[in-house]
């Protein structure tokens, strides 16, 4: 059992806001399966909402390694499948959480339950991401920051065929123009094992006729970076020194980006531009967030934020509101958009008659 920690604890935080959100006395129990949990169950009033202790606590759930759920546990209700446990206590199988359907996790494989169904949350997230993969408005820009490229190339990757403009900022962008137009990047992330394939990937760009936009200037600073570090404006002429790193797209730069969104009636943005946790360099991300969030309101654009710090600019800057979706999942919207298929939704496809022979009775 991973070690107890009460912020992820079902009775500190989902018990405590599902009662205030619901105005109902909600029961927790502080196991998840067994004969205890089921006997309070099953003695619980009609109408009563139960709420067990968070899966993450034990051992069993993440233990899956393939989409037959075959893992087996060894706990005192003895040897049985977390799935069949889960399946003892409960009819139907709903999945709402977006965030950790990429996980190959016992309980989101869901085997033991002939009635299986994606909730609320979910159900929006496919369908903002069917649009995206599969049927986008015209023109179709896609935007793409932040730092990791070897994790953001694979949906680069996917997407160049689908739209028609591409912005790649952030940090992502100084691997491209130190390969494509030889720019000095200073102490700017920079991978090395993506870089020998982007003169290939723009010339792939250029038969597609997809549209790649890089960055022209940027506010610089030394390390360590502060809220108090020095910034400097620099174009990619003038490359950045040694002991400088970008740190936020420039002015020009980001009139660019403007002017691309302002063609869009689709926008997918993953991935901030700038390190927006400094306000010295939060610039280009809110003016992205804000332009964006122009397009939807008076364009009728549909917009979709996805990654964790693409929604934490939405929230620090009250965006959240003014953008068509913004993604609860960080790598499971990365997953999604790179084309990879995601176990949790998988498993609510399959027909329930593949998966009856993983059952193991304990009766």
């Known amino acids: ?83 069949y446990a889960l399946r003892r206590i409960a009819d139907v ?22 009635v299986r169904a994606a909730g609320l949350v979910l159900k929006k997230e496919l369908e903002y991401f069917q649009r995206a993969l599969h049927d986008p408005q ?13 994790e953001k190339m694979k949906i680069i990757e996917n997407m160049l065929p689908i739209v028609d403009e ?30 020998p394939y982007l003169k290939d990937f723009i010339q792939r760009a250029i038969a597609l006729k997809v549209t790649i936009h890089l960055p022209v200037d940027f506010y610089i600073t030394k390390i360590p970076v502060t809220d108090n570090s020095e910034a400097k404006l620099v174009h990619v002429a003038d ?22 969104i302002c063609r869009a009636n689709f926008i997918v943005w993953n991935g ?18 804000d332009t964006v969030g122009e397009m939807t309101k008076n364009n009728h654009a549909i917009t979709i934020l996805s990654g964790e710090d693409t929604a934490a600019c939405a929230s620090l800057w009250g965006g959240e509101s003014k ?23 998988v498993t609510l496809r399959r027909p329930f008659s593949h998966l009856k022979a993983n059952l193991c009775l304990y009766d």
């Open 1 to 83: 059992m991973r070690r107890y920690d009460e912020q992820v604890s079902g009775e500190s935080r989902a018990c405590k806001s599902s009662k205030k959100l619901l105005c109902q006395q909600v029961i927790f129990l502080n196991d998840c399966i067994g004969p205890e949990v089921e006997d309070k169950c099953r003695q619980s009033p009609q109408g009563s909402l139960i709420l067990l202790e968070n899966l993450y606590f034990f051992p069993e759930e993440n233990t899956g390694n393939n989409l037959n759920g075959s893992n087996t546990i060894l706990t005192k209700v003895g040897t049985i499948t977390l799935q």
């Open 93 to 114: 199988f709903i999945n709402d959480s977006f965030s950790t359907s990429y996980l190959l996790d016992s309980s989101m494989l869901c085997n033991a339950f002939e």
């Open 138 to 150: 015209r023109p179709y820009l896609v935007i793409f920051g932040g730092a990791k490229l070897m």
């Open 166 to 195: 591409m912005i790649i900022g952030g940090s992502l962008a100084f691997t491209f123009l130190k390969v494509l137009k030889g720019m000095k990047i200073g102490d700017s992330v920079y991978c090395e094992k993506t870089a």
């Open 239 to 260: 490359g950045i020194p040694k002991e400088w790193l970008g740190a936020d797209i420039g002015d020009t730069s980001l009139k660019l980006f403007k002017d691309a």
């Open 272 to 289: 901030p531009m700038g390190l927006y946790e400094y306000s010295l360099f939060t610039k280009g991300s809110q003016g992205i967030l």
């Open 323 to 345: 953008v068509s979706h913004v993604s609860t999942g960080g790598l499971a919207s990365v997953k999604i958009l790179a084309g990879e298929a995601l176990p949790g939704v």
